[in-house]
Each structure stands twice: as C-alpha cells, then as structure tokens.
C-alpha cells in the first residue's frame, strides 16, 4: 500500500512538475528550461533527494512511457494533409532518409569504437538518431539497454534542436525541405517540434523524415546488427 501511494505522488509531481515547466519556457524560451531538459532533471534530483527507488517512481508512471507511441504517430496528421509536398519530393525523401539512417548508424557505433566504450554503448548509441518509440524497438534488435538508449535519444534530440539553425546558417542552407529533412533525421521529435516553428512546410517534412527514419531503422535493424559486428568481430 505505501508503494502505491508513493507511485501515485510520483506520477502527480511529475505532471505537475512538467506542467510548471512549460509555462515557464514559454515565458521564457531558454534552452536550459525546455521541459525535455528541465523537468528530467528536476525530477532525477528529487527522486535522489528523496531516496525513491525507480521501481517506486515508474510503478504509476508507466503509462506515461506509452504515450510517446501516439505522440509519435499524431505527427502523421499533418503529414497526411500536405501529401502534395510529399508527391513532389519523394526521390529526394527516400534517398535523405536512407542517408540519414545509414551515417547516424555507422558514425555513431564507429565513434563509440574509437573512444573504446563497451559494445552496451555502442549498441545504444547505434539508433540515438531516431524517436523513442522506434528507438526502443530498435534497440530491442541490436541489444542495446532502453535506458541509455531512452538517455541518448533525449540528448540528441536536444542537441541537434539547439544547434540546427546554426549550422544550417553557416552551410548557408535556407530551403524549408532541406531544414525539415535534417532536423527530422537528425533530432527526431525535438527537431520535429522546432521546424514546426520555422514553418508548416519545414514541420511536415521532418514529421515525414522522422517517422521514415524509425521505421527504416526498426525493419533493418537486425541486419545492421549482423553485418556491423561481424565486421568489427
């Protein structure tokens, strides 16, 4: 009974926690207070302050993980209403998608290689480039561990949202595909969410590219995995 009503408080503070958080970046929209950033942390330093063990804390907060699969697939909506731009671009699509999915593979587990990190590492550093949803079942193939996949996942899709437009300004990219393509492949639901800021155009394209992107990594997967560290063997 008392782990039930730690779970349950647990699950209260994390909505209320998340719930303050944005308000809070959207009056002030700094980096550092983005919800994906601030509320992790915030929530990591109270379960540590508290002494609440993770089972204690995911016991009624699980269905929360579930949710990032229909968060996911809402981006199809608008997907599905500029099918035109699609139509328009589909060479280039599916040619940037398969890019996109082969270079964040190899440069992620050859990095890690180069560094020496343990093949867990390497294995969950190997799908880091796509949504969690995708992430998690990819990882699932490859044998990476969801807890440092879910962790590189977070950080990429930060890091590649807070310096996207930069580079895109230094390479002197300004076509809206171009930058919906790459924050879409690159930091999946966080770029997403950003393009959609630039522009419907930008916006639609990454949701496109993103969900291509995972389901691409999922169905070839176990052949990446065979064909990698067998190389490396």
């Not at 490859?142 to 590189?152: E, N, R, S, T």
């Amino acid at each position: 009974m008392r782990d039930l009503i730690i779970s349950l408080l647990c699950l209260a503070v994390t909505l209320l926690v998340y719930y303050c958080n944005k308000r809070l970046y959207r009056r002030w929209n700094r980096l550092v207070l983005m919800p994906l950033v601030m509320t992790p942390l915030v929530l990591v330093g109270l379960l540590l302050v508290t002494h609440i063990s993770w089972q204690n804390y995911i016991g009624e907060s699980h269905w929360l993980l579930w949710l990032l699969g229909p968060a996911t697939l809402a981006f199809a909506v608008p997907v599905y209403e500029n099918m035109a731009i699609i139509r328009r671009h589909w060479m280039s699509l599916t040619a940037g998608v398969l890019t996109a999915t082969v270079v964040a593979i190899c440069s992620s587990v050859w990095l890690a290689r180069l560094f020496a990190l343990p093949e867990a590492i390497q294995r969950s550093l190997a799908v880091r480039s796509i949504t969690t949803p995708f992430a998690l079942a990819a990882a699932q193939q490859m044998g990476g561990q969801p807890d440092l996949v879910a962790l590189f996942v977070v950080i990429t899709g930060v890091f590649g949202m807070a310096v996207g437009d930069v580079l895109f300004l230094r390479l002197a990219i300004k076509q809206g595909l171009a930058k919906g393509a790459g924050f879409g492949a690159a930091s999946h639901g966080a770029g997403t969410a950003h393009a959609y800021q630039l522009g419907q155009q930008e916006g639609v394209v990454s949701s496109l590219v993103m969900m291509l992107s995972g389901v691409v990594t999922v169905v070839l997967a176990p052949v990446i995995s065979h064909i990698m560290w067998a190389v490396a063997g």
